[in-house]
């Protein structure tokens, strides 16, 4: 089993930046395909990104290509979503989740709240 519990969440105006981390317990995220989601209220959960298990690849929706970057680093055990030029619409909840065979992600965080004022 993995716990993962998001951080980094909070309040930035137009424009600012936040960096989100992913971190696990209960197994090595060694391995694992791992990606970042978010839900707004009302609205149904959107795919944010995804880093390869390798850590070599990372694929993004063009709502956030250019300012979204994913990282990982499994000496930590953890993941990153750096967040930069936010805009209100990226108001969410995000979560981050891993996947241990695609398409699936088997193991989901609690998720942390992102508002972006205008």
């Known amino acids: 089993q993995v716990q993962l519990v998001e951080s980094g969440g909070g309040l930035v105006q137009a424009g600012g930046s936040l960096r989100l981390s992913c971190a696990a317990s209960?197994?090595?995220?060694?391995?694992?395909?791992m990606g970042w989601f978010r839900q707004a209220p009302g609205k149904e959960r959107e795919y944010v990104g995804t880093?390869?298990?390798?850590?070599?690849?990372?694929t993004y929706p063009a709502s956030v290509k250019g300012r979204f970057t994913i990282s990982r680093d499994d000496a930590k055990n953890t993941m990153y979503l750096q967040m930069n030029s936010l805009k209100p619409d990226d108001t969410a909840v995000y979560y981050c989740?891993?996947?241990?065979?695609?398409?699936?992600?088997?193991?989901w965080g609690q998720g942390t709240q992102v508002t972006v004022s205008s």
């Open positions: 209960g197994r090595t995220l060694s391995g694992l395909r």
């Open positions: 880093i390869s298990a390798t850590g070599g690849s990372t």
């Open positions: 989740a891993a996947g241990v065979i695609w398409p699936n992600y088997d193991y």
